[in-house]
């Protein structure tokens, strides 16, 4: 807790989508804000200073070390309550035709400064035995990701790396859930080249609702929640079909070219 005694959380990725809605959430329910993205936060934090929390900004690039290290100093030495890790992204078309920088920089800010920011932050809670973590994942990240092949990987290692954090701080008084949302109404497709298929030309899931769902199971000590009924059945469905057939199902989403198939 602050100084004044209100909660502290961290949340990444927050300039626009889940993240401002999970910081959003944070914000109603007592937390004061540290958010972090790779662009300006300016019209975030106004609109999350109406939630009455105490707002601060780094805007960072969190696929270096560098950019984490920053985040992490600007807590300074603030007990976190809640951290909110999520931000990510997304890249589409195939990973041959893929710029090799833009992949490095998906797995990167995806997988290792989300990693690193969460062993910096969870070593800290461990020890004073408290708080929560809540890691964005994605039911992407169970099934073979055709035309997001990256993407979909780096999910798969959040998803079971949340699993495994959470049972590795069992009874130690932190908690570990993992989100897991499918397709949902931000500007992800638009930056990952997706508007051209059919899962990004589709109808998706709101942000403020999948943010609401998350943060309640990161507030109940959940460990994983599938935003929607939809996606509760392809989460289902993947584990039990074939990875070929997931793979082909998956391309029929995410080919270039796939929004004006029928």
Known sequence: MGN?????AVVTGASSGIGFELAKCCGERGYDLLVAADESLDAAATELQRTGATVETVETDLATPQGVEQLYAATRGRRVDALLANAGHGLGHAFLDQDWEQILHVINTNVTGTLLLIHKVGRDMRDRSAGRILITGSIAGLM???????????KALLDSFSFALRAELKDSGVSVTCLMPGATETDFFERADLMDTKIGAGKKQSAAEVARLGFEAMMKGEGDVVTG???KLKAAISHV???????????????PGTAHKS
Do not use: I, M
């Open 241 to 255: 079909l074939p990875s070929s057939v997931l793979a082909e199902q998956h391309r029929k989403e995410t080919g």
């Open 4 to 8: 004044d005694g209100r909660l502290f």
């Open 229 to 231: 009924w939809s996606n």
């Open 144 to 154: 073979p990701g055709t035309y997001q092949a990256v993407y979909n990987g780096t």
